[in-house]
Every structure is written in structure tokens, then in C-alpha cells.
């Protein structure tokens, strides 16, 4: 079966994502709660998991592994979410808004990766 072409999308942006990782591990490291170590090798870490489950949904012999995995991920990826909301500081100057949006748009992304498994 040839995947629909929004799966290939949902690959390249979290390809794109991870990559982001890298380019800029400061803007990442600002977000990261306080009680969590080694902000930097975590942040390098989140990348790397972004690109290679984005590239793991490339491949029907392993896409339905990275399709779990993202959901795990963003599952973890929930607490700084939730720690960004607990202060201005935390909230790196983003909108309270903006930042209460991100927390449906996280589960909106594990449906859409959840929806995947049925190809």
C-alpha cells in the first residue's frame, strides 16, 4: 500500500524539527525545566530522536516503531510544556496564550500519528 502523502510531511517535519535541534540548542535549553540535567546533551538528544523517527516513517518495515515512539515523545516532551507555563521566566516570552495552545496541539499530534498505524 503507498502511504498518503501527509504521512511523508509528518516525517519531514519532524526531520526539520530535530534538525532545529542543532542549529539553534539555545533557544531548546531555555525551555528546559530546572530539575532536568544536562540541558544540552538533552536537547542534542531530542534532535536526533525527531530526525531519526522522522526518517524511521519513511519505511513500512519500521514506521509503525516510530509512529510509538513519537507518541512517546511527545508524551515526555509534555513536561516542558507544562513547565513553561509555570513561570514568565520558564515562558521564555512567549504569550500564556500561546503557550496553553501548545498542550492540545501536543495531543492533536499523537492523534495524527496514532491515525498512521492503520496503513
Known amino acids: 500500500m503507498q502511504y498518503p502523502w501527509h504521512l511523508y510531511l509528518m516525517g519531514a517535519m519532524y526531520i526539520v524539527a530535530g534538525t532545529i535541534h542543532f542549529i539553534k540548542p539555545k533557544m531548546y535549553m531555555r525551555i528546559m525545566p ?3 540535567p544536562a540541558h544540552k546533551a538533552l536537547v542534542l538528544l531530542s534532535g536526533v530522536a525527531e530526525i531519526f ?3 524511521m516513517l519513511f519505511f513500512p518495515e ?3 516503531l516510530a509512529i510509538y515512539g513519537i507518541i512517546l515523545m511527545l508524551l515526555v516532551f509534555l ?3 507544562f513547565y513553561m507555563l509555570s513561570s ?3 515562558g521564555a516570552g512567549i504569550p500564556k496564550w500561546a503557550l496553553l495552545l501548545r498542550i492540545p496541539l501536543q495531543f492533536f499530534l499523537m492523534y495524527w ?3 498512521y498505524l492503520q496503513f
Open 79 to 81: 513536561l516542558v510544556h
Open 62 to 64: 519500521t514506521k509503525d
Open 53 to 55: 523517527l522522522g526518517f
Open 34 to 36: 530546572r530539575y532536568l
Open 113 to 115: 500519528a496514532w491515525f
Open 88 to 90: 514568565k521566566k520558564a
